[in-house]
């Protein structure tokens, strides 16, 4: 079996009901040789984490349709990619809410960094981390994350490559006085 993320526009749902989205999936594929592991929720889709069969995707988004209309699917696989276009792909993620995607993509950046600047990234991937936790509806893990991204971006330069480090550290500063996570751009 592969890995996919299958996103269906979401014109109902809030975190707090990615379980409740989980269960209902698992139940629908249930005669289906699939694994629903899980459901993210953001404000214009629901991600699944599923493991399935290529031939099987198209059954499995059918059986799903009562969640609602799918609007992409992606076969998770690990890539080869320039530093440049995973961070270009790592910001476009991030500001489309899709921060399990933003965290992979970054992670192939960080693979290819030394010393400080994996440290850096590392740092960027948490708080694209935490915010994925925050979909499944574990924000307090996600606002604890933030410790550890803040430590990794350390004092690191003010932008890397087209992020704005600075505005990061800013955004985790605020974010873990107030105890919640707040969507911003990178």
């Known amino acids: 079996m592969e890995r996919y993320l299958l996103h269906f526009r979401n014109e109902r749902y809030a975190p707090g009901d ?3 989205l989980v269960y209902w999936a698992r139940d629908l594929a249930s005669k289906m040789d699939v694994s629903v592991r899980l459901a993210r929720v953001a404000s214009r889709f629901v991600e699944f984490d599923v493991a399935a069969r290529a031939e099987d995707l198209d059954p499995l ?4 349709s009562p969640i609602g209309v799918v609007d992409n699917v992606r076969h998770v696989v690990e890539e080869e990619i320039t530093k440049d276009q995973g961070v270009r792909d790592g910001i476009s993620y991030f500001n489309s809410e899709r921060y399990w995607e933003c965290h992979e993509a970054l992670e192939g950046v960080w693979k ?6 994996k440290e850096m990234v590392q740092g960027i991937i948490l708080v694209a981390v935490a915010f994925a936790h925050a979909q499944e509806n574990d924000e307090s893990i996600g606002v604890g994350m933030l410790r550890r991204a803040l430590e990794k971006l350390g004092t690191s330069p003010s932008t890397y490559h087209a992020i704005d480090v600075d505005r990061i550290r800013s955004w985790a500063v605020r974010m873990r006085e107030e105890g919640a996570l707040t969507r911003f751009q990178i």
């Open 61 to 64: 988004i059918s059986a799903l």
């Open 18 to 20: 990615s379980r409740r």
């Open 112 to 117: 290819q960094c030394s010393g400080r600047e």
